[in-house]
């Protein structure tokens, strides 16, 4: 984060969300989403509430701004409990 915005850890996140603040000096240019059915560590499914062998969808995101990615997260949501839906148009 320090190249795409290197003042974040000053930022007075009181006046503008982290998400405003990056988005004013890194606009978003580009995400890419990886979807996998995991079983996640013990410590994530009790997080989840989720019994010993049920299934979650990991989400992997990475955001690219200005040719560099300025974000990565492992997003973990219930097998059982969410959908993922999606559609474009031509």
């Given amino acids: 984060m320090?190249?795409?915005a290197p003042d974040y850890l000053s930022a007075d996140f009181t006046q503008v969300t982290p998400h405003e603040y990056l988005m004013e000096v890194?606009?978003?240019q580009r995400v890419e989403h990886v979807v996998r059915a995991v079983y996640p560590?013990?410590?994530i499914r009790v997080l989840l509430k989720l019994r010993p062998r049920e299934p979650a969808?990991?989400?992997e995101r990475v955001t690219w701004s200005r040719a560099m990615a300025a974000?990565?997260?492992l997003l973990y949501h219930p097998g059982s409990?969410?959908?993922l839906r999606g559609?474009?148009?031509?």
């Fill in 2 to 4: 320090p190249l795409i």
């Fill in 26 to 28: 890194a606009p978003l």
């Fill in 41 to 43: 560590a013990a410590r």
């Fill in 57 to 59: 969808l990991l989400i």
């Fill in 71 to 73: 974000s990565f997260a």
């Fill in 81 to 83: 409990r969410f959908e």
């Fill in 87 to 90: 559609g474009f148009e031509v």
